[in-house]
Protein backbone atom coordinates (compact mmCIF):
# COMPACT_ATOMS: atom_id res chain seq x y z
CA UNK A 1 0.00 0.00 0.00
CA UNK A 2 1.47 3.52 -0.70
CA UNK A 3 1.16 6.06 1.71
CA UNK A 4 1.78 9.95 1.06
CA UNK A 5 3.58 13.22 2.95
CA UNK A 6 0.51 13.53 4.44
CA UNK A 7 0.60 10.02 6.36
CA UNK A 8 3.98 10.57 7.36
CA UNK A 9 2.68 13.93 9.46
CA UNK A 10 -0.34 12.10 10.67
CA UNK A 11 1.82 8.88 11.99
CA UNK A 12 4.57 11.81 13.32
CA UNK A 13 1.61 13.81 15.45
CA UNK A 14 -0.07 10.35 16.58
CA UNK A 15 3.52 9.55 18.01
CA UNK A 16 5.51 12.54 18.17
CA UNK A 17 8.10 10.34 16.23
CA UNK A 18 10.52 11.43 14.18
CA UNK A 19 9.64 11.98 10.21
CA UNK A 20 12.63 9.67 9.15
CA UNK A 21 11.54 7.15 11.42
CA UNK A 22 8.02 7.66 10.65
CA UNK A 23 8.25 7.04 6.67
CA UNK A 24 10.50 4.16 7.78
CA UNK A 25 7.69 2.81 9.51
CA UNK A 26 5.06 3.11 6.77
CA UNK A 27 7.87 1.93 4.25
CA UNK A 28 7.68 -1.35 6.62
CA UNK A 29 4.48 -1.88 7.00
CA UNK A 30 3.30 -0.95 3.82
CA UNK A 31 1.26 2.21 4.49
CA UNK A 32 -1.21 0.49 7.09
CA UNK A 33 -1.17 3.63 9.97
CA UNK A 34 -2.05 0.75 12.80
CA UNK A 35 1.05 -1.64 11.97
CA UNK A 36 2.94 1.36 11.55
CA UNK A 37 2.23 2.71 14.98
CA UNK A 38 3.05 -0.96 16.07
CA UNK A 39 6.47 -1.19 14.31
CA UNK A 40 7.60 2.04 16.45
CA UNK A 41 6.38 0.53 19.66
CA UNK A 42 8.72 -2.61 19.23
CA UNK A 43 11.80 -0.34 17.75
CA UNK A 44 11.08 2.18 20.69
CA UNK A 45 11.71 -1.11 23.27
CA UNK A 46 14.75 -1.92 21.29
CA UNK A 47 16.12 1.83 21.19
CA UNK A 48 15.45 1.79 25.49
CA UNK A 49 17.26 -0.95 26.14
CA UNK A 50 19.98 -0.20 24.33
CA UNK A 51 19.76 3.83 26.50
CA UNK A 52 19.04 1.72 29.53
CA UNK A 53 22.79 1.41 30.57
CA UNK A 54 23.44 4.99 29.77
CA UNK A 55 23.88 8.23 32.31
CA UNK A 56 21.13 9.79 33.38
CA UNK A 57 21.90 12.41 35.68
CA UNK A 58 19.95 15.66 34.47
CA UNK A 59 15.98 15.95 34.99
CA UNK A 60 13.30 17.43 36.36
CA UNK A 61 11.04 17.52 39.71
CA UNK A 62 7.44 18.22 39.64
CA UNK A 63 4.64 18.62 42.39
CA UNK A 64 1.36 19.69 42.40
CA UNK A 65 -1.60 19.35 44.38
CA UNK A 66 -4.84 18.70 43.27
CA UNK A 67 -7.86 21.74 43.94
CA UNK A 68 -10.94 19.23 44.35
CA UNK A 69 -9.44 17.07 46.32
CA UNK A 70 -6.33 17.93 48.06
CA UNK A 71 -4.10 15.46 47.02
CA UNK A 72 -0.31 16.20 46.54
CA UNK A 73 2.12 14.44 44.39
CA UNK A 74 5.60 14.93 43.27
CA UNK A 75 8.31 13.21 41.11
CA UNK A 76 11.29 13.06 39.63
CA UNK A 77 12.38 12.31 36.66
CA UNK A 78 15.87 11.95 35.23
CA UNK A 79 17.17 12.24 30.90
CA UNK A 80 20.46 12.33 29.99
CA UNK A 81 21.24 16.51 29.17
CA UNK A 82 19.98 19.59 30.02
CA UNK A 83 18.51 20.26 27.42
CA UNK A 84 16.49 17.80 27.17
CA UNK A 85 14.97 18.48 30.58
CA UNK A 86 14.12 22.24 29.57
CA UNK A 87 12.17 20.56 26.58
CA UNK A 88 8.03 20.75 26.06
CA UNK A 89 7.96 17.01 25.63
CA UNK A 90 10.09 15.77 28.65
CA UNK A 91 8.48 17.99 31.05
CA UNK A 92 5.15 17.19 29.74
CA UNK A 93 5.75 13.36 30.93
CA UNK A 94 6.94 14.23 34.06
CA UNK A 95 4.17 15.97 34.55
CA UNK A 96 2.04 13.44 33.45
CA UNK A 97 3.71 10.74 35.62
CA UNK A 98 3.08 13.23 38.79
CA UNK A 99 -0.42 13.19 37.71
CA UNK A 100 -0.47 9.02 37.60
CA UNK A 101 1.18 9.53 41.47
CA UNK A 102 -1.25 12.11 41.94
CA UNK A 103 -4.57 9.60 41.02
CA UNK A 104 -3.14 5.92 41.81
CA UNK A 105 -1.17 6.21 44.73
CA UNK A 106 1.07 3.67 43.43
CA UNK A 107 3.25 2.08 46.45
CA UNK A 108 6.56 2.20 44.31
CA UNK A 109 8.15 3.11 41.11
CA UNK A 110 7.37 -0.51 40.15
CA UNK A 111 4.32 0.34 40.52
CA UNK A 112 4.00 3.39 38.46
CA UNK A 113 4.98 1.50 35.73
CA UNK A 114 1.81 -0.71 35.72
CA UNK A 115 -0.78 2.34 35.88
CA UNK A 116 -2.59 3.71 32.63
CA UNK A 117 -0.60 6.76 31.03
CA UNK A 118 -2.80 9.83 30.67
CA UNK A 119 -5.34 9.99 27.82
CA UNK A 120 -4.01 6.24 26.76
CA UNK A 121 -5.36 2.76 27.45
CA UNK A 122 -1.67 2.11 28.20
CA UNK A 123 0.78 1.44 30.67
CA UNK A 124 2.95 3.57 31.44
CA UNK A 125 5.71 0.89 31.03
CA UNK A 126 4.62 1.02 27.61
CA UNK A 127 4.73 4.63 27.11
CA UNK A 128 8.05 4.65 28.53
CA UNK A 129 10.17 3.27 25.10
CA UNK A 130 7.82 5.11 22.90
CA UNK A 131 8.90 8.60 24.96
CA UNK A 132 12.75 7.33 25.42
CA UNK A 133 12.73 7.03 21.18
CA UNK A 134 10.58 10.02 20.52
CA UNK A 135 12.71 12.19 23.23
CA UNK A 136 16.11 10.43 22.46
CA UNK A 137 17.63 9.72 25.62
CA UNK A 138 17.24 7.45 28.70
CA UNK A 139 14.66 8.39 30.46
CA UNK A 140 14.07 6.97 34.40
CA UNK A 141 11.53 7.86 36.93
CA UNK A 142 13.64 8.31 39.71
CA UNK A 143 11.33 9.07 42.91
CA UNK A 144 8.22 10.05 44.38
CA UNK A 145 5.97 11.59 47.56
CA UNK A 146 2.41 12.00 48.00
CA UNK A 147 0.03 13.02 50.83
CA UNK A 148 -3.59 12.56 50.72
CA UNK A 149 -4.46 13.56 54.50
CA UNK A 150 -4.30 16.98 55.75
CA UNK A 151 -3.17 19.95 53.79
CA UNK A 152 -0.27 19.85 51.47
CA UNK A 153 1.35 22.99 49.46
CA UNK A 154 3.59 22.29 46.86
CA UNK A 155 6.57 24.32 45.20
CA UNK A 156 8.66 24.17 42.39
CA UNK A 157 12.10 26.37 42.32
CA UNK A 158 14.28 27.24 38.90
CA UNK A 159 11.85 25.12 36.64
CA UNK A 160 12.34 22.06 38.24
CA UNK A 161 15.79 21.56 39.75
CA UNK A 162 14.19 21.01 43.44
CA UNK A 163 10.30 19.90 44.20
CA UNK A 164 9.28 21.15 47.53
CA UNK A 165 6.07 18.82 48.64
CA UNK A 166 4.49 20.09 52.57
CA UNK A 167 2.44 17.97 54.62
CA UNK A 168 0.35 20.48 57.65
CA UNK A 169 -1.32 18.62 60.35
CA UNK A 170 -2.76 21.06 62.70
CA UNK A 171 -4.05 20.21 66.06
CA UNK A 172 -6.60 22.43 68.57
CA UNK A 173 -9.46 23.16 66.34
CA UNK A 174 -7.51 25.42 64.11
CA UNK A 175 -8.23 25.19 60.30
CA UNK A 176 -4.81 24.41 58.00
CA UNK A 177 -6.52 25.82 55.21
CA UNK A 178 -6.42 29.43 56.82
CA UNK A 179 -2.71 29.17 57.50
CA UNK A 180 -0.87 30.86 54.38
CA UNK A 181 2.72 30.34 53.45
CA UNK A 182 4.82 33.51 53.37
CA UNK A 183 5.10 35.31 50.24
CA UNK A 184 8.67 34.06 48.89
CA UNK A 185 8.56 30.59 47.98
CA UNK A 186 11.87 29.92 49.00
CA UNK A 187 10.88 30.72 52.61
CA UNK A 188 9.78 27.21 51.68
CA UNK A 189 12.89 26.22 51.48
CA UNK A 190 14.93 28.10 54.10
CA UNK A 191 12.55 27.47 56.92
CA UNK A 192 12.63 23.65 57.20
CA UNK A 193 15.65 22.93 60.38
CA UNK A 194 14.19 22.31 62.55
CA UNK A 195 10.75 21.49 61.11
CA UNK A 196 8.74 23.08 64.18
CA UNK A 197 10.76 26.29 64.18
CA UNK A 198 10.08 26.19 60.31
CA UNK A 199 6.30 25.75 61.20
CA UNK A 200 5.75 28.98 62.86
CA UNK A 201 8.03 30.97 60.53
CA UNK A 202 5.96 29.46 57.67
CA UNK A 203 2.49 30.93 59.40
CA UNK A 204 1.49 33.83 57.41
CA UNK A 205 0.58 37.00 59.19
CA UNK A 206 1.74 36.41 63.27
CA UNK A 207 5.05 37.04 64.64
CA UNK A 208 7.14 33.99 66.31
CA UNK A 209 5.10 34.55 69.64
CA UNK A 210 1.78 34.03 68.44
CA UNK A 211 2.72 31.35 66.36
CA UNK A 212 4.33 29.52 69.38
CA UNK A 213 0.62 29.52 70.81
CA UNK A 214 -0.99 27.99 67.63
CA UNK A 215 -1.09 24.26 67.51
CA UNK A 216 -0.04 24.09 63.68
CA UNK A 217 2.91 20.99 63.26
CA UNK A 218 4.51 20.62 59.96
CA UNK A 219 4.14 16.86 59.91
CA UNK A 220 5.89 15.55 56.77
CA UNK A 221 7.71 17.05 54.30
CA UNK A 222 9.78 16.18 51.53
CA UNK A 223 12.30 18.33 49.29
CA UNK A 224 13.53 16.02 45.88
Known sequence: MAFTAADVKKLREMTNVGMMDCKKALSETDGDMDKAVEWLREKGLAKAAKKAGRIAAEGMAYATVCEKCGVGAMVEVNCETDFCAKSAPFVQFVKDICQVVLENNPADVEAIKD??????????????????????????????????????????????????????????????????????????????????????????????????????????????
Open 115 to 224: CTYPGTELKVSEVLPEKVMSIGENLQIRRFARFDKNTTVSYVHAGGKIGVLVNLAVEGGIDATTIGLKGSPTNILTSFTPPQKGAGQMLEGNDMKTCEKLAGILSEKHII
